[in-house]
């Protein structure tokens, strides 16, 4: 088997990022397999080649190893073939809607802030436009049927979605030629042979637009394994903006082991938040204990909420 670890380097780590990174990575440990860091720098703007050497950096850091490693700057190649597969079987349309354009005409939005697309699909035949417009192509979309789809996630169980309804017409690439997530994700899981696919539960939703594609583009489609999030007190998952669960002060304040000690305890695998190497919770790993629930750290203090350390203050 072979799973991975697919980091934006659009900012440092934070914790968060930190526990998709070790239980992805104890999955694949705990099953004798292959793990794979990619480097998701599709959107060229704001990744950073120093965020990318600090992502290697932290993970070294942390004791956290890999046997592959690509970067998706570098493949932009593959990319292009797999598209032309799709254009080939008449799957995508270029769509000419700005974002507002959508925002105004229709609204369906899932509660991850996605938008969902459908109506512009016929209107924005490319035969008609070519004849008498020359507005920008702002996207190329995929045409998705209207369909349920159900799928098991191996953590969060059986989900079924609407491709139509819930998911919309998605973007392939962007009218400046920048290539979505949504498409290099099943691209890369595809062609580097991803088995199992270890992430945030903020990612879900995205599986049945990943399995349809990997089926139109005749893949078999990884196992999807979601996981809660890492939130602060406010209930809000913690991102890249929020400083204060950065691996900059993580490394700054604490050990390495007391880092793994402390999300090994939140996944469920020790009774306390001792610390404890990457490598000694390998035996211990397994997907049963891991909770559902998003898990809350408080503000600077990276300890469970109501658990006393000696490093607790
Ligand atoms: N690059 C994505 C992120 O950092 C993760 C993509 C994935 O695991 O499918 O959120």
Sequence with gaps: MKGRFAPSPTGRMHLGNVYSALLAWLSVRSQAGQFVLRIEDIDQ?????TYAELIEND???LGLDWDEKYVQSERFHLYEEQLHKLEAGGHTYPCYCTRADIMATQAPHESDGRVVHTECQRLNDFRLHRLNDNRTIRSTRLVVPNKDVTFTD????????NL???????????GDGAWAY??????DDALMGITEVVRGRDLLLSVP?????????GFTPPSFCHLPLLCNESGQRLSKRDKSLDMEYIRSTFAPEEVIG???FHAGLTESPEAIKAKDLIPLFSWDKVPYDNIVVCGSCIFPKGIVSHRNK
């Design 59 to 61: 993970l070294h850091w």
């Design 182 to 187: 949504q498409f290099a994700v099943v691209v």
């Design 262 to 264: 402390i999300l090994a």
């Design 45 to 49: 703007q704001r990744s950073k080649k």
């Design 164 to 174: 139509e309804r819930q998911c919309g017409d998605f973007i392939v690439r962007r």
């Design 209 to 217: 637009q990943q399995q349809y594609l990997h089926g139109l583009l």
């Design 154 to 161: 191996m953590h969060y169980g059986e989900q079924s979605v």
